[in-house]
């Protein structure tokens, strides 16, 4: 007699692990979440909308196989990449922009496999409620964390521009970036996320069971107990205070934005921005200072190789009665690099080079290469800057200077040594000239401002054309000089000293979840296929069992 089809296993509703969204929905949520993501970076700022956004995409992901979690991965990285990053293309044009974004939406899609690979590995392997509500959300926010790290170092050292808790820098949970670093709040934010995600997904498989299951082995969690996790993590996150750093005295700072014509392709004659900066430094030539900072690339010629250069800034230092600090190309044998100089009366006395020139702007990577497939784009990049070894850190008065040379800003290692050295407070030197009317300087504001409370340290950001801040150590813009203006400030910088946990821990903290959550994926993966082998297996052993008994009826 026949019985109808027999069901073997346990289906995507049972488990928990059917798609929260139709493939018609997740698809227009995840270009959502990419626009929401950016509009969470200046220059709209809104950072809530990170939070949505991480939800969102969360949302999209839950259920999909490999390529519908591509799918939703690849659209939420375009729309969020190509409209972020759409000042790339403003001297190069849309080659380089088409080029990067591409590149990060190609990683994020492929990361995104990855976190849709946890939601349906976790579905087997993990039937009790409580520990879809702890534990899935940990792996999750690690596969989001080891997206963030990947993409960060690799390739030609990475691009860790828009990673998402620099999105946060005027919301509650900035100040926990002092005790866990960036990528510590990158992957809190996740977790939170996450877990108020699964409070929807348990909920929903509570009332499958309800529903089919006449008796629960296992009582189901209530509403608020469901909750609890994301709650507690969330209240934590916003609630902690930033970790206290000890005033240590203070340095009186002159600032200098010259606005000169310092973009790549300005009509402009050598020296062009000596004078500028030079001339907008008279504001402030006399005034009682311990340091006069201009912005990188305010030198315009080498110092160290050309004499008349030399004999400008001497007397330079000899009018501001203090020493410079100062930001040009410079030569040392056959080698070029994009260098800080410290300025005395008796010379160069300190340098530091940029520790990560930009592939593509500084530096051609594989250049054997790029040059046959873009020969007139990568021709204009006609020197090679080589990455430097120097310490970021030099001394002043007794006083340590933490530095990062624009883009330097977004690594942490270069930060975290800084403070490590003994910096009491940092000067970040940019040149933003390349990138005018454009977001990408307010984005770059926002890393100062995270670094500094990160660090519990006071920044001197300077630009050559804007815009320049003094940041004070709890992330607050203490004074500012806007957007393509010749200005010169002198301001009293706090001095601050102390080891936030965030500079000491920092490599332990990205190590672990970086490292850590790509074991544990890899272990849950095995155990997935181990799960689903034992499983297939007593599912015929059943099905054979029913069949002899229907024989023997």
Known sequence: MSRGPMRIGISGSATGAGPLLPMWAAVPAAAAAGLMLDGAFPAVGWWVLAWASVLAVLASLVGRRAGGALLVGLVFGAVFYLTHLIWVGRFLGPVPWLALAGLETVLVGLGSVLIAAVYRWSAWLLPHRWCQLVLVPVLVAGGWTLRELVMGAWPYSGFPWARLAMSQVDGPAAEAASWVGVTGVSFLMVLVCAAALQAVRVGRLSDVRAATTPRAVVPAPTA?????????????????????????GDLTVGWVQGNGPAAYFDDR?????????????????????????????????????????????????????????????????????????????????????????????????????????????????????????????????????????????????????????????????????????????????????????????????????????????????????????????????????????????????????????????????????????????????????????????
């Not at 000089?481 to 920092?506: E, H, N, S, Y």
């Open 224 to 248: 608020v107990l469901r909750v609890a996790p994301a709650a507690a993590l969330a209240a934590a996150l916003v609630l902690v205070p930033q970790f206290p750093t000890t005033p240590d």
């Open 269 to 553: 004659s050598p020296g062009d921005v000596l004078a500028a900066q030079t001339a907008a430094s008279a504001a402030v030539l006399g005034q009682d200072m311990d340091l006069l900072v201009w912005p990188e690339g305010g030198v315009d010629s080498d110092p160290l190789n050309d004499a008349t250069t030399a004999a400008r800034l001497d007397d330079l230092v000899r009018r501001a009665g203090a020493p410079m600090l100062v930001n040009a190309a410079t030569r040392r044998g056959a080698e070029v690099f994009n260098t800080s100089l410290l300025w005395t009366a008796d010379g160069a006395t300190q340098l530091h080079d940029k520790v990560n020139p930009v592939p593509f702007g500084e530096y051609v990577p594989d250049r054997w290469l790029y040059q046959r497939i873009v020969p007139d784009l990568v021709g204009l990049i006609q020197r090679d800057y080589t990455p430097g070894v120097l310490p970021p850190l030099m001394s002043v008065d007794g006083v340590g200077l933490g530095l990062a040379i624009c883009f330097d800003v977004i690594y942490d290692d270069v930060i975290w040594d800084g403070a490590r050295l003994g910096a009491g407070m940092y000067v970040f030197q940019t040149n933003n000239a390349d990138f005018r009317g454009s977001d990408e300087n307010l984005q770059q504001l926002a890393f100062a401002r995270m670094r500094a409370i990160e660090t519990g340290r006071a920044v001197v950001n300077v630009s050559t054309v804007g815009t320049s801040q003094v940041i004070g150590p709890d992330g607050a813009v203490l004074d500012a000089i806007g957007v393509d203006r010749a200005a010169a400030r002198v301001t009293t910088v706090p001095v601050r000293t102390g080891l936030t946990p965030a500079t000491v821990l920092g490599p332990w903290i990205a190590g672990i979840l970086g490292g850590g959550s790509l074991l544990a994926m890899v272990g849950l993966a095995v155990s997935y296929r181990w799960s689903r082998r034992d499983t297939t297996a007593r599912d015929w052993s059943r099905r054979a069992a029913t069949v002899r008994g229907e024989v023997a009826r």
